[in-house]
């Protein structure tokens, strides 16, 4: 038979696609960078905290919570690049909005029984935190004193204003 019909080996494809496609990731990761959301790594002043009712819970608190809900927080070197940045700049804000101990007495603060049920049940830190910041997993007894430390807090200093979130996730 002489129409016989070639075909083009698998390699030559991937040679031809391979470089453009790595260009375009990296092209398009650099083109995210302009993007102008998740740098603002601003600390606003702490204004108000609890007084603590130990040492131990504001320690706990500051090793898994303080991150996200506190004016402390450590930007880490990713927090600079996209897309990481802008979930890292959005789970701060979120954080912050809902649970600020930074700023106990000039707004609403969450319910003690609501902060101490996500803490029990694991739910705080999120898991995209945990996987992060080994430091951020606590065991269970760590959970259960973090938990019975806020209560007591919230007992001893409550904050000027509570509101219930109902069945938000943070």
Not at 4 to 11: D, G, I, K, S
Not at 155 to 161: E, G, Q, V
Request: charged share 20%.
């Amino acid at each position: 038979m002489s129409g016989a019909v070639t075909v083009a080996p698998r390699r030559a494809g991937l040679r031809w696609w391979a470089p453009r496609a790595a260009f375009a990731l990296v092209a398009a990761f650099a083109l995210i960078q302009l993007v102008p959301y998740g740098r603002a790594h601003g600390n606003p002043p702490v204004r108000s905290e609890p007084r603590w009712d130990s040492p131990r819970t504001k320690a706990l608190f500051a090793q898994a919570c303080g991150a996200c809900h506190s004016n402390l927080t450590t930007w880490p070197w990713y927090s600079n690049a996209a897309p990481v940045s802008w979930l890292v700049q959005h789970d701060v804000e979120d954080g912050r909005a809902r649970f600020d101990v930074s700023e106990w007495r000039e707004r609403p603060q969450p319910a003690a029984a609501e902060v101490a049920a996500v803490v029990r049940a694991g739910e705080m830190p999120p898991l995209q935190y945990r996987l992060i910041h080994s430091e951020a997993r606590l065991s269970s007894a760590q959970r259960a004193a973090l938990a019975a430390g806020l209560e007591r807090t919230f007992r001893a200093s409550p904050p000027l204003h509570v509101v219930a979130h109902g069945g938000d996730d943070g």
